[in-house]
């Protein structure tokens, strides 16, 4: 595997569901990001871990939690979700200093 | 707060000729970073250009360039010979000058190349 995965792509899942979505980073990159991508919305951080350690929460939802094992994956734990939280899920990477993202394929979110 | 604008939705080209997307932008900040992304339909967002606000000279890669005027915020691309793999939604993003700092995107240009 190459660059950022991410899986799985799709997801259906009810409002009383747990699940989780995972990433992974071969790129030797030391920070990580999620995203939410909406129609007609712009692109939405939801969290940025460096070191592993979380730097940016945009007051997201608690019902979105967010972990970070080590450097190189990234997990969001989703429970009781909302219709309106289906989306576009991207995770991203990026080296310090180097400033660009390198983004995975996104996992489509669909929640009932 | 800074804010990041593209006023065209939807913009087509024909294949081969030149298109310029817009994208304008609200900061306080002096030190910064622009940047287009590209997402083809279905597939990974990926890099076109990145601009560091300290640098006068317009980034260029390849048929992609940007004319980046400071004072009045705005960040354009220009596309020249389009091709049909041109086609997907571009994003234009800013970032402030520090490193893990919150990247903001603008809504988007779906740009079409028609053969």
């Known amino acids: 595997e190459t660059g950022v995965t991410q899986t799985p792509r799709h997801l259906v899942m009810g409002m009383t569901n747990k699940k989780s979505l995972k990433c992974e980073q071969h790129?030797?990159?030391?920070?990580m990001y999620w995203y939410k991508q909406s129609a007609k919305k712009p692109l939405e951080l939801m969290f940025v871990?460096?070191?592993?350690?979380?730097?940016e929460n945009n007051s997201v939802p608690s019902r979105f939690s967010p972990e970070c094992p080590n450097s190189s994956h990234l997990f969001l734990h989703l429970h009781t979700l909302q219709p309106e939280d289906s989306a576009l899920y991207l995770c991203a990477s990026s080296q310090d200093g180097a400033y660009e993202q390198f983004f995975g394929p996104g996992t489509r979110l669909t929640v009932l | 707060a800074q804010t990041v604008t593209q006023s065209q939705p939807e913009m087509s080209v024909q294949e081969a000729e030149t298109v310029t997307l817009s994208c304008t932008y609200d900061t306080s900040e002096s030190n910064y970073y622009l940047f287009w992304y590209k997402q083809p339909p279905s597939r990974q967002m990926i890099l076109v250009i990145r601009q560091e606000a300290y640098k006068q000279q317009n980034a260029t890669e390849n048929r992609f360039s940007v004319n980046f005027q400071k004072a009045a915020k705005s960040f354009s691309l220009k596309i020249s010979d389009s091709q049909l793999g041109d086609t997907a939604m571009y994003f234009c993003?800013?970032?402030?000058?520090?490193?893990?700092?919150?990247?903001?995107f603008g809504p988007g240009t779906s740009l079409s190349v028609i053969p």
């Open positions: 790129l030797g990159h030391n920070a």
């Open positions: 871990y460096s070191l592993e350690e979380r730097v």
């Open positions: 993003a800013f970032m402030r000058g520090t490193s893990y700092d919150k990247v903001i």
